[in-house]
């Protein structure tokens, strides 16, 4: 195993619905909601340069957030949710649980859900994962997002108050509560690093774009089975850093500017030589 490089991969999630990455009413200070979005708690200094912070109070969606869903969106679509329940002899919790096989493509791109795996694997002779390829960043609003926002909504007010109601079945009575959302339009801008060990981890690429597109058809947040959370992906940057790149020694290479997902996908396979 030895480093041979890194793909940048810069994009911008944009909120198709209403879009609700939930924090804890304890960490943040929120009137008038059971269902605070997670804020910035402390204002980040110059982000957008000319001086111009993301204020505290704006909402940002944590890369644990992304790195989580697609994750499991993932388990799915490559069969590991199955495995895992066969292993669990009907322990629910357990089947449950994220992949800990230590070999499969997820386990070797998000890293092993269990940290006693690698133990397990060099007692049965096997070979290690290495490192979690990818790294997922926390994604802040774009300033134009927070313009507007602020335009339409107010000072410093960057979210919507939704009402949902639950209806009882024998008096027809309302039962409303109010869920904090990210309007629709708004954009984030985010940032993942996936880092080549061998060759063969050209083909793991594939799972970043791929969890892309999933988690375009399902959804981000909670709710999603209630109208939030749908997103898509734009304006995709790749560049690629060889290891050559960190010791002053090598140029980095843009792969892609600005281009769709739809886009990405099919220069997948050029970009993944180059690792
Ligand atoms: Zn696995």
Redesign the pocket.
Known sequence: MRYKGSFIIEYRLRALTGLRVGGSKEEFDIGGTDNPVMKVPVEIPDYYGENKPVPKGAPYIPGSSIKGKMRSLL?WVYG?VE??YGRANGDIEKAGK???????????VFG??DAKTYERLAKEGKEQPGPPRAKFFDLYPTEKTLEKLEDTLGKGIFTEIKTENQINRITSRANPRKVERVPAGAEFEGRIIFDCFKEKDRELLDLIFNGMRKLEDNFLGGYGSRGSGRIEFKNISVIWRPADYYKGKAQEEKLGEDITLEEALSKLEEWKKKC
């Open positions: 388990e590991r495995v895992m994220p992949c800990d096989c230590g070999e499969c493509e997820v386990c070797i092993t859900g």
